[in-house]
């Protein structure tokens, strides 16, 4: 069955901390997707990165970077040196290949970065 | 500009009385798909459509109704709301499917009194 686990419900950090975002998923599919997508104050959803389970390549895109472990089931976010722009609820998605028409998202991550 | 636009963004309703969230994407993408984002819960999909006349239900469909007539219009209906539809509502689209990047909506905003 699909499930995507974000344990963390709400993470504060100060300004220029590094953090990390934790996403654990379960799925019985040899390929899927996962999704990384930001939730700023405003509102809106943003997209910030997919991967397939074929790709477990790290990807950096300037101060993110991406985990992705498929011994550990994980593809955890890490943001270096913080901004207080990067405060957001921050949600990982799962889309399995033989169930091409749903996706799954976790509860979310709320970050607070302190000035 | 490539968008999916919602309207209302903002609604108080009262309970019974129907109502109907409209949602339009100019892609030309096949996949839409509607979800509600309520705390301590993240998103869940209400209802999905792979393409034109193709709807199916997601994880939470009680309550809601959904047509797809044309590519670009899948609208979410209401048919008598009740205070636990209370939620901030998204609807999103995609090329494909799910597996592609999934655009979305401003949100919708919903008070059910």
Same mark, same amino acid.
């Given at each position: 069955? *699909?499930?995507?686990? *974000? ?13 990390? !975002? ?13 999704? %990384? ?7 809106? !959803? ?19 970077? %991406? ?49 | ?6 309207? @209302? ?29 309520? #705390? ?20 939470? #469909? ?18 008598? #709301?009740? @205070? ?13 499917? #799910? ?15």
């Amino acid at each position: 069955a *699909q499930k995507v686990t *974000q344990a963390q419900t709400e993470i504060s950090v100060v300004e220029k901390e590094d953090v990390t !975002l934790d996403c654990v998923y379960e799925t019985r599919d040899t390929t899927y997707y996962l999704f %990384w997508y930001k939730q700023p104050p405003s509102g809106e !959803l943003v997209f910030l990165i997919r991967r397939n389970s074929f790709d477990e390549q790290n990807e950096i895109s300037g101060r993110y970077s %991406w985990n992705f472990q498929k011994s550990t089931s994980s593809f955890n976010f890490t943001i270096t040196a913080s901004q207080v722009v990067d405060s957001a609820v921050y949600f990982c998605a799962l889309s399995e290949a033989n169930r091409d028409d749903k996706i799954i998202f976790g509860k979310g991550t709320r970050l607070h970065i302190l000035p | 500009e490539a968008q999916v636009t919602q309207n @209302p963004r903002y609604l108080i309703t009262v309970t019974g009385k129907k109502l109907t969230v409209t949602c339009s994407q100019n892609m030309n993408h096949e996949y839409m798909s509607w979800y509600r984002q309520d #705390p301590g819960l993240g998103l869940r999909q209400i209802y999905y459509s792979m393409n034109v006349e193709v709807t199916d239900k997601g994880d939470v #469909p009680e309550g809601y109704k959904v047509s797809r007539k044309e590519k670009r219009n899948f609208p979410l209906i209401l048919e008598s #709301p009740s @205070p636990n539809q209370t939620s901030l509502y998204f609807c999103a689209s995609s090329l494909i499917g #799910p597996r592609e990047t999934q655009y979305f909506g401003p949100g919708t905003r919903l008070l059910v009194l």
